[in-house]
Each structure stands twice: as structure tokens, then as C-alpha cells.
């Protein structure tokens, strides 16, 4: 496979090598959910990493599936909901290959996308729809990191794979997504450049 491997990715855990982790849920998807716009439902999240997103939704009342393939991730995530006596699924499943027992109603995508390599970008936006029931919402974070590399050269650099809005566009077509309009809201990290929050609606 193309790209950073299980093992890759229970190597950086171990190592405490994470610096994607905030320490706590997103901002945004705070402010998705003290907004009402995410409101209680059946989510999925995919690459749920330490688990802080699954943690938060759980404890706002969702029905919350976190999905990772590392060993590590899996562990952190329900450990972290057992500390805190919420309820949620917790699953090591690889997101090319994951089949849920019936469709979401929702899923967060934060950083899953730009932990893939892109080679594998299409099968995941593939996959991404098929978990959605019609007229669901992709809540997506998308990591923009462009380095100096892939612009002057065109080299494939990460992960964090630099998520240019333009390919997910692409990835993510409007005869099958609906894409409000911009500009979208800008999503400071702490190391890892910023984000832009786009909720995409499956048609």
C-alpha cells in the first residue's frame, strides 16, 4: 500500500510522536455543535486518532462510532471514554475497507483524509458516500499545508497530506455532494498550518 502504514501510524503513537493532537476536541466542531448544526444523531468518525472529537460527541448524546486502524488509537479512544463514562463504538478497522452494518447519518472528517496518501483519495471519497444516508452532512476539516516541494516541484509530501481545495472539489464532485459557498471558515492549528471547514451535504 501507497502510503504510511499501520505500523507508521502505531510507531507515532507510541512515541507520543502526535503533534496533530490539540490536547482536545476541535474548535469547529464545537462551534458546529453549540450552534446547532450538528445536532444528535448516528456519526462516524473516521481516523478518530486520542478519541477527543468521539469523547465530545458522546458526551453531547450522539450515537458516535470512532474508526482507526492503529492498534494504539483504538485503545487511547475508549480509554479515554471509559475515564469518562461515556458511551460510543470504538473500532480498528481500515477506512478502505470498513463495510458498516447500515449508513450514517453523519461523519466528522478531520484528519483521515490527510493521513492517507493521495493514491487513495478516490476510493475514500467513494467510500465517504456510501456511509451517508441521502441528504447526510460530511463535516469536513480539510488540512491546507502546501510546502515549498510540491509547489515548485510537484512532490507528494506527508502526512499531513496538503488537502488544496481545488482536488477536493474534485474528490468530493457536486453531482454528488452539495458544496456550500465560500469562504469557508479558516481553522487555526497550532502546528499544522489551518484548516477549512466545509459541510458537505451528500446528495
Known amino acids: 500500500m501507497t ?20 490536547g482536545g476536541p476541535s474548535p469547529q466542531l464545537l ?10 444523531c448516528r456519526i462516524l468518525v473516521p481516523g478518530c486518532g486520542s478519541g477527543w472529537e468521539v469523547a465530545e460527541l ?9 474508526l482507526d486502524y492503529a ?23 481500515d477506512v478502505l475497507h470498513f463495510e ?16 492517507i496518501h493521495p493514491d487513495h483519495w478516490i476510493a475514500y471519497a467513494q467510500r465517504l458516500h456510501q456511509w451517508l444516508v ?14 515549498p516541494a510540491a509547489v515548485q516541484e510537484g512532490r507528494i509530501e506527508g502526512p499531513p497530506y496538503h488537502c488544496d481545495i481545488n482536488a ?18 479558516r481553522v487555526p492549528h497550532p502546528s499544522l498550518s489551518h484548516e477549512l471547514a466545509v459541510p458537505l451535504t451528500r446528495r
Open 58 to 66: 458522546a458526551r453531547r448524546g450522539f450515537d458516535v462510532t470512532g
Open 134 to 147: 441521502p441528504g447526510a452532512t460530511l463535516w469536513g476539516l480539510f488540512v491546507q499545508m502546501p510546502r
Open 100 to 115: 458498516p452494518q447500515r449508513p450514517f447519518d453523519a461523519i466528522y472528517e478531520q484528519t483521515c483524509l490527510c493521513a
Open 168 to 185: 477536493v472539489r474534485a474528490l468530493f464532485a457536486g453531482s454528488h455532494w452539495h458544496w456550500p459557498k465560500p469562504p469557508y471558515d
Open 31 to 40: 462551534s458546529w455543535l453549540d450552534s446547532g448544526a450538528l445536532a444528535p
Open 3 to 22: 502510503g504510511p502504514t499501520p505500523a507508521f501510524w502505531q510507531q507515532r503513537f507510541d512515541q507520543r510522536q502526535t503533534p496533530w493532537d490539540r
Open 71 to 93: 492498534p494504539a488509537a483504538v485503545q487511547r479512544t475508549r480509554e479515554l471514554l471509559q475515564s469518562r463514562q461515556l458511551a460510543g463504538e470504538v473500532l480498528q478497522a
